[in-house]
């Protein structure tokens, strides 16, 4: 009479055998280089103004990435400013290019201590900005993206 313990011996090594492949098929690749291609004014409500931020996503791997939603932030001299989210589907074809439009919600508050903060980078003519977010996909397949840099002010 064989016990379950050997029983599971072999079920197990198949089951290994069926994922481990797959796990190797997850790996991330390079990243996806995004960067902020445009902005425009939206009518906000109340306390609140909105914006589309136009992004364009680039893929430098050899699998296209697959989403269904797009989450964004958008911080700049190192505080939170903006956020949105969009339901937008897509494919962003492997070594290509696609743009996304994603609209952000700023606060009234977050307004005004930027403008605080920018009066002391006008000085300085840049101010440092950080936008990130998720490509949303399936199981595992949400794909995170940050890119930063610097905005030049107008004197």
Known sequence: MRTTTSRRGPLLGLLLALVLPGCATLSAGDALKVTVAGVEPLAGEGL?????????VQ?????????????????????????GVSDQKGVVPRFGEILLD????????????QAIALSGAADKGEMPYVVSGKLAGGLFGSVRFSSSGMLTLPR
Do not use: I, M, W
Request: glycine share 4%; charged share 25%; aromatic share 6%.
């Open 48 to 56: 609140e103004l909105r914006f589309l931020v136009r992004l364009r």
């Open 102 to 113: 994603v609209p952000l919600t700023l606060s009234a508050f977050a307004a005004v201590r």
């Open 59 to 83: 893929n430098p791997n050899d699998r296209a990435v697959e989403f269904d939603g797009v989450a964004l932030d958008l911080a700049l001299t190192g505080k939170a400013l903006a956020s």
